[in-house]
């Protein structure tokens, strides 16, 4: 919580101030409404009409003051959450993009707890209004207590028997929060179950097969499995609470009857008493729900902040170099492993491979043979596990991930769809030149996205995405093609990377796309890396590389690998035969 503090000031600290000043102001004429109470009781009892003029006074002023401080602070307050919200976003959003590795967005369990702050980013800001208020409810209790004490210093025990209600009020929330945390997974899939029951994408197929009913049925199994522990938890804590409040009430009443019955008090005396302890019950049950929010948040949605930093923090790379202009050996794999965080099972096992500067770079293999994990390691999605990369004699980890990253370009099979105009959709392939026309309409003609482009009702300017006003539906080759434009958008990128972007076209398109762009990256130092099942493609490129069990077993040309009659020349046998 600490940390959100220093990001309140430091993106709002006027407001910030201001905001905790009147929180702290509106407390004061609230908590002496009991002593104006005293003083009106003595004043009736002593016939000082004047005493009691000025009184009364006194208590209009503390009515009107503490809604009119409560008005204003409530709209400062809201105003400052207002602001902060938005920065707390960037900075949740700006953290997760500083992370060079995507590990998080991948291992299940870093899933759950980014899902988890992703849901609580927009109600971060609901810790700064709960902080102000329980200030302003600690000093009422402040000043509650020392009227008390001003009655019988005995009365202060009112604080001890509150105790309880404090500790219920921050163990609860740990509980129950705990239980939410071993609820997420099953929350997530309930998520996942109702979006695919009610989201577009899923809709024709949920339709066809006919599982709307057992989707349901999971849904709420999984919604069931989540809950039960939650629900059993705050039936436990509720008792608890419960006993905790008794204990209050039980003090409350025996502080009145202390005063009535054995101090003899003044009548004025009681009365504040009377009006003092409720007030203190209400203080005291307002600053324990605070402080029971704020335990619970910190549980639930700070700590997740506070764990993003720390591991976007211990994940800063010491690279410092910047990325070469020009690849002039190539790209080399010394004895190069790497399992998945969470895994023990090595997707690439021992990898020596060079990958020549200037050479078009086929890699095949069986589904899960390491060729997409490959293509990441390159990428600086991850870093592997044992062994390194070179550039040149240059190690890829020295490199940092946005130098190179602004040296790479390319599409993949799992391409986002940017439901933006299509020049945009298009031209953050390069960011710097997402507004330049021309260069849009190059990267849709090389990678045959113009034929799309043309069809769109507004051309580049049309809106992607029906559910957006005015937006035009795009199909599944189109998308496609869009984010191979996306790819083509750099002109002179070091490494082309194409993961099975084209699997929606036929192979004779497929095939005449690539060739035009092998031909035109040859020669130039650019690597150009190919993932593709389609051999008649995979032929034409310079240097094939066969992974098989998380293994590199073959390397050459075609026709190398169809003399040495290999895995490959197996493989590309039994697709050639479906063509026949």
């Known amino acids: 919580m600490w940390r959100l503090c220093r990001l309140g000031l430091r993106y709002e600290p006027r407001m910030m101030v201001w905001s905790i000043t ?40 503390s009515v ?22 938005i920065a707390l976003e960037s900075h949740v959003a700006r953290l997760q993009a500083s992370i060079a590795t995507i590990a ?19 109600v971060l800001d609901h810790m700064y209004m709960s902080v102000f208020s329980m200030a302003g409810w600690i000093l009422r209790l402040v000043v509650t207590m020392v009227l008390l004490a001003s009655v019988h210093p005995l009365l202060l025990l009112l604080a001890v028997c509150a105790i309880p209600t404090i500790w219920s009020s921050t163990w609860r929330p740990t509980v129950e929060r705990a239980a939410q945390e071993r609820a997420a997974p099953f929350n997530r899939l309930a998520r996942h179950l109702f979006t695919t029951a009610t ?56 502080a009145v009857v202390f005063v009535s019955a054995v101090v003899h008090a003044s009548a004025g005396a009681v009365l504040l008493v009377l009006a003092a302890g409720a007030r203190l019950s209400a203080y005291i049950g307002a600053t ?84 997409s994990t490959l293509v990441k390691l390159i990428a600086k999605m991850y870093e592997p596990t044992s062994g390194r990369i070179l550039i040149d004699d240059t190690p890829l980890s020295a490199i940092t991930a946005e130098s190179w990253r602004e040296r790479l ?10 439901e933006f105009r299509a020049l945009h959709a298009i031209g953050v392939g390069d960011v710097r030149r997402v ?24 051309g580049l300017d049309a809106q992607l995405g029906p559910t957006w006003p005015d937006g035009v539906d795009v199909s599944f080759g189109q998308w496609q093609k869009l984010a191979l434009a996306r790819g083509f958008m750099r002109d002179q990128p070091l490494v082309l990377i194409l993961d099975e972007p084209t ?47 998380s293994q590199v077993t073959e390397v050459g040309s075609h026709n190398e690998l169809l003399v040495r009659g290999g895995a490959y020349a197996e493989l590309y046998g039994i697709q050639a035969a479906g063509y026949r």
Not at 112 to 121: F, G, H, N, S, T
Not at 409 to 418: L, S, V
């Open 22 to 61: 009147l929180a702290l102001l509106a407390a004061v004429p609230d908590a002496l409404l009991a002593l104006w109470f005293k003083l009106l009781a003595d004043a009736v009892a002593a016939g000082a009409a004047r005493k009691l003029r000025l009184t009364a006074l006194a208590l209009a002023l």
């Open 64 to 85: 009107v003051g503490t809604w009119l401080l409560r008005l204003v602070s409530t709209r400062v307050t809201r105003r400052f959450r207002d602001r902060v919200t």
């Open 104 to 122: 998080h967005q991948e291992v299940p369990e870093y899933l759950d707890r980014i899902a988890m702050l992703r849901d609580q980013v927009f």
């Open 199 to 254: 989201t577009a994408p899923a809709a024709k197929e949920v339709r066809l097969t006919g599982i709307g009913d057992r989707l349901v049925r999971e849904r709420r199994e999984a919604w069931e499995r989540g809950h039960r522990p939650i629900a059993s938890s705050r039936w436990g804590s509720m008792v608890w609470h419960s006993i905790a409040w008794a204990i209050f009430g039980a003090g409350y009443v025996g």
């Open 288 to 371: 324990v729900g605070e402080l029971g929010f704020l335990r619970g948040f910190w549980v639930y949605g700070a700590r997740r902040l506070a764990w993003l930093e720390d591991y976007a923090a211990a994940r800063a790379s010491a690279a410092s170099r910047t990325a070469p202009e020009r690849v002039d050996s190539g790209i080399r794999f010394e004895r190069v492993s790497f399992a998945y965080p969470g895994t023990s099972r090595l997707v690439l096992d021992d990898v020596n491979l060079d990958l020549p500067a200037g050479a078009v770079v086929a890699l095949v293999g069986e589904n899960g043979a390491g060729k």
């Open 409 to 418: 370009a390319g599409a993949f099979q799992d391409f986002f769809r940017f």
């Open 435 to 458: 507004d330049d026309r021309e260069a849009v309409s190059v990267a849709a003609t090389r990678s045959g996205a113009n034929d799309v482009v043309q069809r769109l009702r507004g």
């Open 503 to 549: 699997a929606a076209l036929d192979a004779e398109t497929e095939h005449a796309l690539f060739e035009r762009y092998a031909a035109a990256a040859r020669g130039n130092g650019r690597i150009t890396i190919l993932v593709s099942h389609r051999f008649s493609t995979v032929r034409m490129a310079d240097l094939i590389v066969v992974l098989q069990g």
